[in-house]
């Protein structure tokens, strides 16, 4: 099955700082890799997903990569804020042939404080 | 409707009694999954549901648990004997799976599961 790693597994930055975490996986057939952000009590919340097809994806200050060959995958935020702080989370699975995008394996955990 | 729900969000049990949740899925989604939270870990994907199906079951689900979706609509997830291990965040998740298009896991706030 697959395996999913993510590092660092805490990350503490000054607010305007740039965070960048990193995850790799295992399964080569893995094609959809989303990023959830958890606040502490609260459900994990995608922020921004990607899948194998593509190798960058940009949405206002969190981008992602993709790198298939080394199979990993990094969440990059610039110009961060204290809201930012909060807990993300990679993932990984397969989705096609009948199994879809849900059926996700998650790193271990990111740990992001945003000091103002 | 604009979200997974679940209930309680709360449970505090003794060892050794059953316990019962719920989730009740956003309307359209077809899929439904349950996931496992412990403290300071990624979610582990447990089961996983297309309308009324249980199509698949991780070997973390013991045969303690069962999860039902009887009409392809809310789902159970019960444990029956509870042990202290069993402590954990019962996440659920649901998202929409066709031949043609595949949406994002859209997940509950969870059932916090404590066995005393």
């Known amino acids: 099955g697959e395996n999913v790693e993510q590092h660092p597994s805490t990350l503490s930055v000054q607010e305007g700082d740039s965070a960048v975490i990193k995850c790799t996986y295992s399964d080569s057939a893995s094609n959809y890799f989303p990023w959830y952000k958890q606040e502490l009590g609260k459900r994990p919340q995608l922020i921004i997903d990607i899948r194998s097809n593509v190798g960058e994806k940009k949405d206002q200050r969190i981008a992602v990569t993709l790198n298939k060959t080394a199979k990993h995958f990094s969440l990059h935020i610039t110009e961060t804020q204290p809201e930012d702080s909060a807990v993300y989370f990679c993932?990984?699975?397969?989705?096609?042939?009948?199994?879809?995008?849900?059926?996700?394996?998650f790193g271990q955990g990111t740990i992001l404080t945003v000091h103002p | 409707d604009t979200g997974v729900s679940q209930n309680p969000r709360h449970k505090i049990t003794k060892r050794g009694q059953n316990v019962t949740f719920r989730c009740d899925p956003i309307?359209?989604?077809?899929?439904l999954y349950w996931y496992r939270q412990t403290l300071g870990q990624g979610p582990e994907f447990l089961t996983y549901?297309?309308?009324?199906?249980?199509?698949?079951k991780s070997r973390l689900l013991s045969d303690r648990f069962s999860a039902e979706r009887p009409k392809g609509s809310f789902s159970t997830l019960e444990i029956q004997r509870t042990e202290q291990g069993d402590s954990a965040m019962y996440l659920c998740?649901?998202?929409?799976?066709?031949?043609?298009?595949?949406?994002?896991?859209?997940f509950g706030q969870g059932t916090r599961l404590t066995v005393v």
């Open positions: 309307s359209e989604h077809n899929r």
């Open positions: 549901f297309q309308n009324e199906a249980q199509l698949e």
């Open positions: 993932a990984a699975t397969r989705g096609a042939g009948g199994t879809s995008y849900g059926k996700l394996t």
């Open positions: 998740a649901s998202s929409l799976g066709s031949p043609i298009m595949n949406t994002e896991a859209f």
